[in-house]
């Protein structure tokens, strides 16, 4: 997620930026081609790019405890393989929500009372047109927590994805069930960050389900 946010946010604001320019055309052709692939497509493309070099490891893992910088280097390449389709989704959002948001009455008048280009693009439009992506990345961060059964096969990690594929292999149920309870309360975990980040950026967001259980609260002691 880390390489698909870095990648994907500042390519997705430099395409709306430059709309119907030779670079936006470039950023749509590049994530056209991210959104064709699928992460296990990357993975010869990957491992021939980086073949040879100290910074990455072919296969294997070794433990975060014995060896961080060889748990680093496993890592690597899985990370670039599942970032790389993860950021074409995220660049499209980033260009949609962005072009809707420079759209906006407030840009027009940021604009004419002269404000640079940068400072209406980065400070007025960026954090609200960030919040449906912020969706997009929560969605895409539960997936991964449920693991990526074939990059983990590829890469021989020991993941979440190849311990369910193992597991269930050998009808070990107990393990499925507690894979499965993991995954949900990890999707609920990432929900309510996602909730928590819409109200950072954008002040006017208020959350009223106090008001409501107050609201039922005075209802039922009414009818009683």
Known sequence: MVFAVLISIPMGTYSARHRNQPGDYGVMVLSQIGLAIPASGWNPLDSSLCRGSPLVSSGGFQSWTTAPLGALKSLLLPALSLGFVRAAVLTRMTRSSMLETLKEDYIRTARSKGVPERT?????????????????????????????????????????????????????????????????????????????????????????????????????????
């Open 120 to 224: 209406v693009v980065y400070k007025h439009a960026f954090r609200n047109a960030v919040i449906p992506v912020l969706t997009i990345i929560g969605l895409q961060a539960g997936d991964l927590l449920a693991g990526a059964v074939i990059i983990e096969n590829v890469f021989y990690l020991p993941g979440v994805g190849r311990l369910v594929f193992e597991a269930i292999g050998q009808r070990d149920l107990p393990v499925i069930q507690g894979v499965v309870f993991f995954i949900a309360t990890m999707i609920v975990v990432m929900n309510f960050v996602i909730d928590v980040a819409y109200r950072a950026l954008d002040p006017r967001i208020r959350y009223e389900i106090t008001k409501e259980f107050s609201k039922r609260d005075e209802t039922s002691s009414t009818l009683s």
